[in-house]
């Protein structure tokens, strides 16, 4: 019943957590399934890898990172469609694909950033599927170029980080689903709460963003996919989000078989 629409696990991995213990922890935790994104560009090979080794449990994302593109190989578009020929029923979306301007790192690639979030979304329409968006302070430029795809690109945000505003133009004029992490737990982040308790509850999904970004009450260790159910549970109790209709809205946003 419960989702993890963005993890990363080969980083919780990394981190010395044993892979095997998470997932079964996962599966005696009602966790139906988890979705593993990339962040490197050899983590595409990773991610595909996690989702055959635990199969119809770890599902596979497949792109080029915002922050990762000046390192990606000049072929990467044969070669992610190799990929995704070889593993068709284990990528449910292109991504975690987007812009990121937050750092001043970031900022410098902006030009290339714009340019591979485009190709990619063509990327995504020419293989009917879904894409998982990073916007990192960077809506103008996320939701310009989304635009140019209007009815034709389907996906969700991840990890939303802006208000009722931005979410409201994803969702009205792209049709897009806003997926919250264990942000949305923070007492701080009133902005996130007002934009939840505002959109429609047939556009909201969930996620982790393990190891990164845990809920209120376990920071400072690592994030994990079992904690998605402190997510929906804070959203259950402070703003009546019920998990089957939050199920119902993650198979239309992900190309689930
Ligand atoms: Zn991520």
Redesign the pocket.
Known sequence: MFVDT?S?LDILEERGIDLEIEVENAKNSEISFIVQ?IDSFESNFTSTQLAEKFKNFVFSLIGVHPQQVQFAPKNYLEILQNLLDRNREKVVAIG?IGVDLHYPETKETKKLQLEFFETLISFSVKNSLPIEV?SWDSFDETFEILKKFKGRVRGGI?SFSYGFFEAKKFIDELDFFISFAGSLTYPKNQNLHETISKIPKEKIVFET?SPFMPPTGFRGKPNSPLLVKEVYKFAKERFGIDERQVFENVKKFLKIT
């Open positions: 963005h990363h994104s975690e990073h991840h963003d």
